[in-house]
T-cell receptor, first 113, second 111 residues
Framework: KAGVTQTPRYLIKTRGQQVTLSCSPI?????VSWYQQTPGQGLQFLFE???????NKGNFPGRFSGRQFSNSRSEMNVSTLELGDSALYLC????????????FGPGTRLTVT | DAKTTQPTSMDCAEGRAANLPCNHS???????VYWYRQIHSQGPQYIIH???NNETNEMASLIITEDRKSSTLILPHATLRDTAVYYC????????????FGKGTSLLVTP
């Protein structure tokens, strides 16, 4: 079956703009998590959604937000972009709350200029 | 979640076994050991997990010491495609899906 898909794959934005990234989980998966990866900080957890509800949130400012739709697809939004937001944004899906495995998408490479 | 310690980098010859160690001396009784890897420019990939017993799947074997303070991921016949950063993660099952990846071990498989 198809894996986790993320769109767009690459994005260039200017400081102060806002951006929306999309993630489609594996069919049947109900949990979606988002991570930010930068060379300096590594992989950092942003937030997790299950059945349209945010269950966990990492230590990121309120400019980072997300949501999940009834079909489990998820979006994350970053407002008032800063240069430091340049990163690879990864989405991962899991079957349900009891799953041990997360399946990651290829990521969206965001560059803020 | 318990903290883990991994070597920064390791080398392995193609065809040989790659043994990647992980120290998790503060692990608690209900915490599992998970291994993920990230090949360059791709998202992380789940490899294997375990609680107490040794585990094996089509990708790798996981050996956990009896006191559970350390573990070793074994890739029995490493190939060039196994070159990646390997992350050892310790967490309680069903505690939410935030994975603390840490720095991991950069494994280079050479011809």
């Amino acid at each position: 079956k198809a894996g986790v898909t993320q769109t767009p794959r690459y994005l260039i934005k200017t400081r102060g703009q806002q951006v929306t990234l999309s993630c489609s989980p594996i069919s049947g998966h109900r949990s979606v998590s988002w991570y930010q990866q930068t060379p300096g900080q590594g992989l950092q957890f942003l937030f997790e959604y299950f059945s349209e509800t945010q269950r966990n949130k990492g230590n990121f400012p309120g400019r980072f937000s997300g949501r999940q739709f009834s079909n489990s697809r998820s979006e994350m939004n970053v407002s008032t972009l800063e240069l430091g937001d340049s990163a690879l944004y990864l989405c991962a899906s899991s079957l349900d709350k009891a799953s041990y495995e997360q399946y990651f998408g290829p990521g969206t490479r965001l560059t803020v200029t | 979640d318990a903290k883990t310690t991994q070597p920064t980098s390791m080398d392995c010859a193609e065809g040989r076994a790659a043994n990647l160690p992980c120290n998790h001396s503060t692990i608690s009784g209900n915490e599992y050991v998970y291994w993920y890897r990230q090949i360059h420019s791709q998202g992380p990939q789940y490899i294997i997990h375990g609680l107490k017993n040794n585990e094996t799947n089509e990708m790798a074997s996981l050996i956990i010491t009896e006191d559970r303070k350390s573990s070793t991921l074994i890739l029995p016949h490493a190939t060039l495609r196994d070159t990646a950063v390997y992350y050892c993660i310790v967490r309680v099952a069903n505690s939410g899906y935030a994975l603390n990846f840490g720095k991991g071990t950069s494994l280079l498989v050479t011809p």
